[in-house]
């Protein structure tokens, strides 16, 4: 019983003091913070946090130089789609238009690493399927000889990446301030074209009606057409640059690519072409 009042006397005093004076909590600056602003609200990050900015560094900085060792050097070289190839193609099949006006500063390896392939792939099928003609023809066993499509290759990727490398040293040591070596593999390369018909036509299947010398004029014929494609193309691409040069160099160096594309022709037709009846008959 006695514990019950004490309990009792002790809320009765602390009821007194608050109902007698209160407490004196003294002066005090409450201050209200508004923490639901817009980047804030339901948990959000603020919109400067969420943004990731790689730091700078050799691989993404676009002005500094690219190394000569990496794929990025070589890949600007084969920035083209399927229609420019085309097109470019056709410019070089009819040669009425500035090829190099055509291309601006973006020429290629593309087309000329693969016309280059396509031209060797099909002088190698078109010579073997007008052997195994001529050979039918003739009554004799035809030899497959894989050794022309060595030769095709070597004869194609030279003259495409070769030739023009040489070119392009003799007319930068002549001082040819338009001298571009892309431009000068790309002329090259987008020459070939026009081999790929005339590899494809001088299979010449009227040899099957035995008639083997209208089938050889009929492969000179088409060779003579290519040359003179191709050279007309090259002629007028390249005059201006080899103009630049001195008269006297610009003439030797004119009659320098005209001649290398007649031997060309000549590889062409010679090598990939030269069969008729009498030769296999004799052997």
């Known amino acids: 019983m006695s514990s019950s009042a004490n309990r009792s006397a002790d809320y009765d005093a602390l009821i007194d003091v608050d109902a007698e004076g209160g407490m004196d909590l003294g002066e005090t600056d409450l201050e209200f913070h508004d923490f639901h602003t817009g980047d804030n609200i339901q948990g959000k990050i603020p919109a400067s946090q969420t943004r990731y900015e790689p730091p700078t560094s050799i691989e993404n900085d676009p002005d500094r130089p690219v190394s000569i060792w990496s794929i990025r050097f070589y890949q600007q070289f084969f920035d083209v789609e399927t229609g420019d190839v085309t097109r470019r193609c056709l410019y070089a099949l009819y040669p009425r238009v500035s090829f190099l006006e055509t291309i601006g500063d973006n020429p290629d390896l593309y087309g000329p690493f693969w016309i280059a392939s396509t031209v060797i792939v099909v002088l190698f099928f078109s010579s073997t399927i007008a052997g195994a003609i001529a050979s039918h023809v003739a009554g004799v066993r035809y030899e497959y000889n894989f050794g022309l499509l060595s030769a095709a290759a070597a004869l194609m990727y030279g ?20 001298a571009r070596l892309l431009d000068c593999v790309a002329l090259y390369g987008y020459a070939n074209t026009i081999w790929v018909p005339v590899a494809l036509v001088s299979t010449s299947p009227i040899e099957i009606f035995n008639f083997p010398t209208i089938s050889n004029v009929v492969r000179w014929i088409c060779t003579a057409i290519g040359f003179a494609v191709s050279t007309t193309f090259l002629v007028r691409n390249l005059y201006p640059t080899l103009m630049s040069t001195e008269a006297k160099t610009a003439r030797i160096l004119l009659v320098a690519v005209v001649l290398g594309h007649v031997v060309l022709a000549f590889v062409v037709k010679l090598v990939f072409f030269a069969y008729s009846i009498e030769d296999n008959t004799a052997n």
């Open 159 to 178: 003259y495409t990446f070769v030739v023009p490398i040489i070119l392009w040293g003799v007319l930068k040591w002549y001082k040819s301030e338009n």
